[in-house]
C-alpha cells in the first residue's frame, strides 16, 4: 500500500481559494487512481474529485464541479487539489485517497490519508 499525507487545509473566507497537496510514499504512485473525499461534522464521507493513473482523465463531485481542480505529479508523488470560490458547505476534513479503479465510489479506495481541515469562515 501507498502512504498518503496531506498539507494545505486551513481557515479561509467565503470566496477565497486553498490548494491542498497529499504526498504519496512509495515507488508505485504512478499506479494509482488519486482521489480527494471529505467528511463534514455529522454527515458521512462524500467523493469530491478523482483523477486518473496519468492525469489525463479527472472526475468531480456536481458540488464542487467548475470550482474545484485535482492535478497529479507522478514525478513527485504527490496529488493536489485547487479549491477556489469556496463556500461554507465545503467546510469538512479532506482526504487523499489512493485506489485501483478509477471511480466516485469512496469505498474503491484502499489507502487513505489522516486528513486536513478546511474551514470556511463568513
Known amino acids: 500500500q501507498v502512504q498518503l499525507v496531506e498539507s494545505g487545509g486551513g481557515l479561509v473566507q467565503v470566496g477565497g481559494s486553498l490548494r491542498l497537496s497529499c504526498a504519496a510514499s512509495?515507488?508505485?504512485?504512478?499506479?494509482?487512481?488519486m482521489g480527494w473525499l471529505r467528511q463534514a461534522p455529522g454527515k458521512e464521507r462524500e467523493f469530491v474529485a478523482s483523477?486518473?493513473?496519468?492525469?489525463?482523465?479527472?472526475m468531480y463531485a456536481d458540488s464542487v464541479k467548475g470550482r474545484f481542480t485535482t492535478s497529479r505529479d507522478n514525478a513527485k508523488n504527490t496529488v493536489y487539489l485547487q479549491m477556489s470560490s469556496l463556500i461554507s458547505e465545503d467546510t469538512a476534513v479532506y482526504y487523499c485517497?489512493?485506489?485501483?479503479?478509477?471511480?466516485?465510489?469512496?469505498?474503491?479506495?484502499?489507502?487513505w490519508g489522516q486528513g486536513t481541515q478546511v474551514t470556511v469562515s463568513s
Open positions: 485517497a489512493a485506489g485501483l479503479v478509477y471511480t466516485n465510489s469512496p469505498r474503491v479506495y484502499t489507502s
Open positions: 483523477i486518473s493513473w496519468s492525469g489525463g482523465a479527472t
Open positions: 512509495g515507488r508505485t504512485f504512478s499506479s494509482y487512481v
